[in-house]
């Protein structure tokens, strides 16, 4: 066996791929019992399966792919440089956790089950694109406030949409409810999701030749990336391929800032409704949380949070310069400029910014 499948905290191991939680209640986690070794990289596949080596539990010939990954690093200014995860297939990083989870999990399911997910809109888009390409049936469980663009991706890739009113946790509990043929996948839970984004790390390491950026700024929600992110850094430093660990900066908006809070051992009171045009980032009670705390801890992390000015000028300054991106993913270029403002760095280190999602699916009016 090259990895295993544990619960993050009791340690239970299962072997079942279709499980996205521990029998304790508690997230499941993949690890690699293999070191990262450049050899193993595919070198002529520009897509997350030039790693394939390292999602050991996909078989070859059940991959499914819309040729994801691979996307551009950008010199923005001295030391400052773009991932555009918005050039994915669907516009969103989400496409690396889904050719993942769905290359893992569609013969398991097959033609008479159908796959359950609930997302506030890219995870439901990504997931409902992959579905598709697999022949798979998949129901997407969204909030009401769906964005329309998102809402209108997933309807065109044929999944059936369910629009739950209530919180997000709401859409969640809709989506878990257990029916017949209904293979619950969730990629907030699912162990195989998160570690399809694991990818991002390695691309990122690659493309600076393995001298990785002193710091990397995230947009951060369901912790889905961060995660995962943290997670393949772990795996290239345990296995001695990068000798520095970047410092990950957690980004979120003061409206919905539970890391942020809880990071820092503040209270945190979620508003009565979330108004921010970050509207992808509305998870104010997230199920990963302590998990994300522990593990920003146990990297030297740091979180920062940006206002709704903050997030809305950053969106504007980002495709005013050319990057027309989700204000979701302007957070993180947000809270870079907050650092320089504040001179809490100096802007001589090197800087990675993850775009996260395409701009055409805002519904943000030009004033
Ligand atoms: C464009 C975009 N950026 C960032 C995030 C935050 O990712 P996560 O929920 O994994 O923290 C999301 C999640 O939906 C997203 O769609
Ligand atoms: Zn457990």
Redesign the pocket.
């Known amino acids: 066996m090259e990895y295993e499948i544990k619960c993050s905290k009791c340690g239970r191991k299962t072997r079942d791929l279709l499980s996205y939680k521990c029998k304790c209640g508690q997230p499941l986690k993949v690890q690699l019992l293999q070191g990262f070794e450049a050899e193993k990289i595919r070198w002529k596949n520009y897509t997350v399966w030039r790693y394939s080596s390292f999602f050991p539990y996909v078989e070859e010939k059940a991959i499914i792919t819309l040729g994801e990954g691979w996307t551009p690093l950008v010199k923005f200014s001295k030391n400052a440089y773009f991932k555009l995860e918005s050039l994915n297939p669907t516009g ?1 990083f ?1 496409d690396r956790g889904s050719t993942v989870l769905i290359s893992a999990l569609h013969k398991l399911i097959g033609n008479e089950g159908y796959i359950a997910e609930d997302s ?4 439901g888009a990504s997931i409902a694109a992959y579905a598709a390409r697999a022949e798979l049936k998949a129901r997407i469980y969204v909030p009401e406030s769906v964005s329309g663009p998102k809402f209108n991706q997933i309807r065109f890739y044929g999944a059936d949409v369910v629009k739950v009113s209530g919180s997000r946790s709401e859409v969640t509990r809709e989506a878990q409810k257990a029916e017949e043929k209904k293979f619950y996948i969730g990629h907030v839970l699912h162990p195989l999701f998160r570690d399809g984004i694991r990818s991002l790390a390695y691309e990122v390491a690659e493309q600076f030749e393995w001298r990785v950026p002193e710091r990397i700024y995230l ?8 995660l995962s992110v943290i997670e393949g850094f772990n795996h290239l430093y345990s296995s001695g391929v990068i000798d520095e660990f970047p410092t990950i900066v957690a980004c979120q908006t003061r409206q919905v800032s539970p890391l942020y809070h809880r990071f820092k051992n503040l209270s945190y009171t979620p508003p009565e409704k979330i108004t921010s045009i970050a509207d ?2 509305v ?1 104010v009670n997230p199920p990963l949380l302590e998990l994300m705390v522990e593990e920003l801890k146990a990297v030297k992390g740091e979180v920062e949070v940006v206002d709704e000015g903050e997030t809305r000028k950053s969106f504007v300054e980002l495709a005013e310069k050319g990057f027309f991106v ?1 204000p ?2 302007a957070v993180a270029y947000a809270a870079y400029k907050k650092h320089l403002v504040n001179r809490e760095i100096t802007g001589q280190e090197k800087t990675l910014i993850v775009l ?2 395409s701009g055409l699916k805002t519904t943000v009016q030009q004033n």
């Open positions: 969103s989400k506030s809109g890219n995870a947009p951060v929600s369901a912790g889905t990336l961060l992808a980032l998870s989700e979701s993913s996260t999602g």
